[in-house]
């Protein structure tokens, strides 16, 4: 589960095993009424790790978070080499609270 707080910047990563720095990842962002949040693209860092920020998550809670890896930069084509991976956010207050 991936874990972080309102009203900040969410890190988001996928890594491709193999280290390929050519393909196009995306993440669907999912509320827990199964729609659509947003959409954040992935881009590579290093050795086939991608990194994307989902800043701001709008509100406390859980969240789904699918990744899907993509041939192109149209986001058109899903690689047959990956398989969608979905990961679980949650979404929380703040130590301090919410200013």
């Known amino acids: ?10 890190l988001l ?3 491709l095993g193999d280290g390929d720095t050519g393909k196009f990842p995306r993440v669907r962002i999912y509320d827990a009424a199964a729609a659509l949040q ?3 693209d992935l881009v590579h860092v ?4 991608y990194q994307g920020a989902w800043a701001s998550p ?4 859980h969240f789904s978070a699918v990744f ?3 041939n192109d930069a149209g986001h058109t084509v899903v690689s047959n080499r990956y398989e969608q991976v979905s990961e679980r956010v949650r979404i929380v207050a703040p130590a301090g609270g919410i200013a």
């Not at 589960?1 to 969410?10: A, P, T, V």
């Not at 290093?46 to 790790?49: K, M, R, T």
């Not at 709008?58 to 809670?61: K, R, S, T, Y």
């Open 13 to 15: 990563e996928l890594e």
């Open 38 to 40: 947003t959409t954040i």
């Open 1 to 10: 589960m991936i874990e972080g707080f309102i009203e900040d910047s969410l």
């Open 58 to 61: 709008p509100a406390l809670g």
């Open 68 to 70: 899907i890896v993509y």
């Open 46 to 49: 290093a050795f086939g790790l």
